[in-house]
């Protein structure tokens, strides 16, 4: 990810930061954290009385301003049991953006995934499915939608790179992908962008998914819980088994410690 040149918090308008105090309490630092795409503000505050609190901020009128307006009503909604950082507050004033939530503890998984990490992370999806259907807020963008151009790879692969594999199946695929609009129409809420860096994982082994911003209404009852089989991967929806493809050299980078934003 490329590196990005982040506002600090002592940038923010002197208004949004009385308004962070008058909340919380007097700021008494704050320390920046990586991922994400936005140079607005983004990381952790410490306050007076010892309380750590996760904020992101951006310009109100920015090309990032309506995502976190969405991630904001998102994460308000979301239910007790789903595992993730609660919304506190958003405040907007004075040109800017804020949102402020509880700071999720733990890190990322390690790259390449370890077995406990990745089974953590499946519980994690499956709480989601069961605690999110039905959706929890109205007038989400649809995943069919969302992908809508980029699953008609099958019906006219033209130029592109095909293994052996797709290229003996390709009849089943072809089908397979005229029927997914349908398939992927309900009324579950996904967060469609569970990233490893998305996801961290407490001293307890217990995940929890961040960044909420790009949530979409999914089909309800098409979530099966999936086996994590290095020796294959499954088809969630349908149940069908097909044989891993074999890891591309340099696609297994070095494990990455340490916790990332909330």
Known sequence: MRPIRRRDFAELPPSLVAEVERRLGAVRGFEERWGGFSDGVLGVVALAGGERVFVKAVPADGGDADGYREEAAVSAALPPGVPAPRLLFTDERDGWLLICSELAPGRVPHEPWRPEELAAALDLLTVCARELTPAPVDGLPTVAARMKGRCELWQDPGAA????????????????????????????????????????????????????GRARSWATGRVRRCSPDRRTRRTCGSGASTPAAPPSPGSAPAGREGARRA
């Open 161 to 212: 790179r095909l293994g052996a594999w797709e290229r003996g199946h390709l009849a089943r695929l072809a089908e397979v992908e005229r029927e997914w609009e349908p398939l992927v129409t309900g009324g579950t809420m996904l967060h469609f962008d569970p990233r490893f860096d998305n996801i961290l994982i407490d001293e307890r082994g217990t995940a929890r998914l961040v960044d909420w």
